[in-house]
């Protein structure tokens, strides 16, 4: 079996990479959306200072040309259109005008600036100002908005973000866990498997081999004998020869069905195919005494497959077929048209399966206990090669039985040309 450290480095590892690479996209996340909402709040503000101070200077050359600008100021002052502004307004660095505020009292704000542009400071009582400077003919005009709760909100939002990663990272971390015990999981089915195949098959070859091995050093042990005298046992060590051979070709196959997965799909006459398959079984079942019948009712007789997968995959079925009948059994081959679909029955009144087998059929190397103790040859490889033909050219495999009195295989064939 797969070893348990090795899949919990190999989770561990996953875990990691899994949060760095949610961190990295959470950080990365959140500094574009804290500099984008900063960028944003600024250039609102910026534009809405712009706004009133083209409001001011407007209001300042009707009040110039109706007045005179130091009369009507004081007649008629300055409006402004946000309340939470102030301006100031200087004339060779008299101050002309100024709005009641909350932030500097009856004390002049002290600007570290005093060019045109527009800047933010803050002052000794902790208040965030921006401050809007521009020259209107020989006076200064300092629009000024407390900015205090726009730069809280984005400290409120940094913090939240924060929390929010922080969060997410908690929930990420178990996601991970998750997912990757779910990701890991077939990987540890498919190494088990793996394992499992390499015990099944040592298993299978052990016997034919200890047998042959047996057999020779029965040889060796009469020196003296002649070939008649050990001809049961050289024949026994041909026979579990055979065996052995034919299992490690069925191995074989199996591995290249795994691994190789080409299909070279052509015109295949199905109808044609089945009933020439049958011919070579004909003989085999006149000598065996059993019946083998087959029907066809096809309209669309061509398919697009891979006619040598397809003879190897009906081979099979009628082998097991003739494997587990007896003498005055029946063995039908049926096709017919379901819809968009051919369907190939292959039937049989034989030993049958019992219902809690059936779903271990295709593993590698299983045989029902049935078989077992009638001592029917055979490896358990065949039905498995099956199911994977059936997978490479995605037809559907189905199976039905009654232990004790008939076995159905059911392949469903989509009729790909006319």
């Known amino acids: 079996m797969i070893s348990k450290e090795v899949i919990s480095k190999t989770q561990k590892k996953l875990i990691k990479i899994n949060m760095l690479v949610v961190f990295g996209f959470l950080i990365l996340l959140c500094i574009f959306t804290y500099i984008y909402f900063g960028y944003t709040n600024d250039n609102n503000i910026n534009k809405e200072m712009h706004g009133e101070l083209n409001s001011v200077v407007n209001q300042l050359e009707k009040l110039d040309s109706r007045y005179g600008l130091l009369y009507g100021l ?9 309340p939470k502004d102030m301006v100031y307004i200087y004339m060779d660095d008299n101050l002309l005008n100024r709005n009641e505020n909350p932030y500097f009292g009856e004390d002049e704000p002290n600007f570290k600036n005093d060019e045109n542009g527009i800047y933010t400071y803050s002052t000794k009582e902790g208040y965030e100002i921006r401050a809007c400077i521009y020259t209107y003919k020989n006076c200064k005009i300092k629009i000024l908005r407390e900015i205090s709760s726009e730069i809280s909100s984005r400290r409120q939002l940094l913090f939240t973000m ?5 969060i997410f990272c908690v929930l990420t971390y178990f996601i991970a866990i998750y997912l990757t015990r779910n990701a890991l999981k077939p990987i540890e089915i498919t190494w088990n498997n793996q394992a499992k195949f390499i015990q099944d098959a040592s298993h299978e070859l052990r016997t034919p081999i200890t047998i042959v091995s047996s057999k020779l050093e ?10 008649n005298d050990e001809v049961e046992s050289i024949a ?12 490690i070709n069925d191995l074989l196959t199996l591995t290249k069905e795994d691994y190789v997965d080409v299909i070279q799909k052509e015109e295949v006459d199905l109808e044609f195919l089945v009933k020439d398959l049958c011919d070579d079984f004909f003989d085999i079942a006149m000598i065996q005494n059993k019946t083998l019948k087959v029907s ?7 398919i697009l497959s891979d006619k040598n997968k397809l003879r190897q995959l009906f081979v099979i079925f009628l082998d097991n077929a003739f494997k587990y009948t007896e003498e005055e059994d029946y063995i039908k081959v049926s096709l017919n048209e379901k819809g968009e679909k051919i369907i190939v029955k292959i039937e049989d009144n034989g ?8 779903p271990h059929l295709f593993d590698r190397f299983f ?3 049935n078989v077992r103790n009638k001592d029917i040859d055979g490896s358990g490889i065949g039905l498995s090669i099956a ?6 050219l995605k037809y559907k495999l189905e199976v039905d039985s009654e232990y004790g009195k008939w076995t159905e295989f059911k392949i469903s064939i989509p009729i790909d040309v006319d």
């Open 296 to 302: 066809s009712n096809l309209k669309h007789k061509n």
């Open 351 to 358: 030993l049958g399966i019992k219902k809690e087998e059936i």
């Open 74 to 82: 004081d007649r008629e002052g300055i409006k402004l259109q946000n």
């Open 387 to 392: 199911k994977v033909i059936c997978d490479s």
């Open 162 to 166: 924060i929390k929010a990663v922080i």
């Open 236 to 247: 026994e060590a041909m026979n579990e020869t055979r065996r052995l051979k034919k299992m």
């Open 367 to 369: 045989r029902s206990e």
């Open 218 to 227: 029965g040889l060796l042990k009469h020196p003296n004998n002649t070939i």
